[in-house]
């Protein structure tokens, strides 16, 4: 039977390929996928304790016994945020609808955070930073923690949205709009929101600087881009 895997980030680098369709033998498990995976692309050793692997979507567990079409989308840690979007939210409009849908029920503050494309990193400039999303699953893990947040004790809204593209220096990246009871409710919960897009959400970034191509994963770890396989 065949399954369909698929590479993002610095695995495409690595691999030569966006995704590929392999021969796989019945009873096949994940785990022999992620074992064959690393046996025909060693190179991909520096992602071992740290890959990301979804089967169709889902995290599963390595035992799972694949079928006929399912896809494996293999990923580095993501370095991502209610959901994708390609272009900046309007600051004003977002907050005043949060103030309004909130003032009524006991709100009586909005902890909003926005992040940034840097200009500079160490001592070379960054030109463009591109994002990529693996959709639609990125604003499903958005949507999800939108949702956890939402449940939290005292929170009244949570709104996140994560650009994607190629961004320049200033251009907005990350929004995380939190409304609750109190300001400690709402740093709280806007903070662990804002960790968790950048920890579970399947967003990948590209540096382009002075000094070369930078794969961006995990918490700011900068690998030079390789295109060879």
């Known amino acids: 039977m065949k399954i369909h895997i698929k590479y993002f980030s610095a695995l495409r680098d690595i691999t030569g390929k966006t995704s590929e369709t392999i021969e ?3 009873g096949y498990t994940l785990g022999d996928v992620i074992n ?4 025909n692309y060693p190179k991909a050793e520096v992602f071992k304790e740290e890959l990301l692997v979804l089967v169709n979507g889902r995290s599963l567990d390595w035992s799972y016994e694949l079928k006929e079409g399912d896809e ?3 990923m580095p840690p993501v370095s991502g945020g209610g959901g994708v979007i390609d272009h900046a939210v309007d600051l004003n409009k977002e907050v005043e609808d949060i103030i309004k849908n909130t003032a ?4 009586g503050g909005v902890v909003i955070f926005v992040g940034y494309v840097k200009g500079k990193v160490d001592k070379a400039a960054v030109n463009v930073l591109e994002y990529e999303a693996y959709e639609p699953y990125a604003s499903s893990k958005i949507k999800e923690i939108e949702a956890w947040a939402r449940d939290q004790a005292g929170v009244l809204d949570a709104r996140i949205y994560h650009v994607v ?4 220096p200033g251009d907005h990246t990350l929004y995380v709009f ?4 109190n300001r400690d409710i709402a740093f709280s919960v806007a903070r662990e929101a804002l960790e968790r897009v950048k920890h579970e959400v399947p967003i990948f970034k590209l540096e382009r600087r002075s000094d070369g191509e930078f794969w961006v994963v995990g918490d700011g770890k900068r690998i030079p ?5």
């Open 36 to 39: 064959w995976f690393f046996k």
């Open 225 to 229: 881009r390789n295109p060879q396989p």
């Open 165 to 168: 593209g190629a961004l320049k």
């Open 24 to 26: 796989i033998p019945n």
């Open 104 to 107: 009524h029920l006991g709100g």
């Open 72 to 74: 494996v989308a293999l």
């Open 178 to 181: 939190v409304s609750a009871i």
